[in-house]
């Protein structure tokens, strides 16, 4: 077996750009929804996976927000996430959009 894992990289640690503050106020967004338990695991879960995908530091910005949009939307699916969930996934995503 391997080692204990490290830790994913952090909206904080990604290099400052116009944006940046935008991404991580998503992140923080990410973050919330990944620990509410009111939502489903899978979908904090996706939450999560989704700020992963975002704070991947060799990857283009592009990239990393088509990446989160596909998680995000995959996520808006979940036919047993609350309203107020998907409300929130919704709202991240269009937030996304608009950096690209």
């Known amino acids: 077996m391997s080692g204990p894992a490290s830790p994913p990289p952090s909206l904080e640690t990604l290099p400052a750009d116009g944006r940046s503050e935008e991404l991580a106020r998503i992140g923080s967004s990410l973050g919330q929804l990944a620990e509410d338990l009111s939502v489903p695991r899978n979908v904090r879960r996706g939450a999560q996976a989704a700020r992963e995908e975002l704070a991947?530091?060799?990857?283009?910005?592009?990239?990393?927000?088509?990446s989160a949009v596909s998680?995000?939307?995959d996520l808006a699916s979940d036919?047993?996430?609350p309203t107020h969930g998907r409300t929130a996934i919704w709202s991240l995503?269009?937030?996304l959009e608009s950096i690209r």
């Open 93 to 95: 995503m269009s937030q």
């Open 79 to 81: 036919p047993n996430l």
């Open 71 to 73: 998680v995000l939307d």
């Open 56 to 66: 991947r530091p060799r990857a283009a910005l592009d990239v990393r927000i088509a």
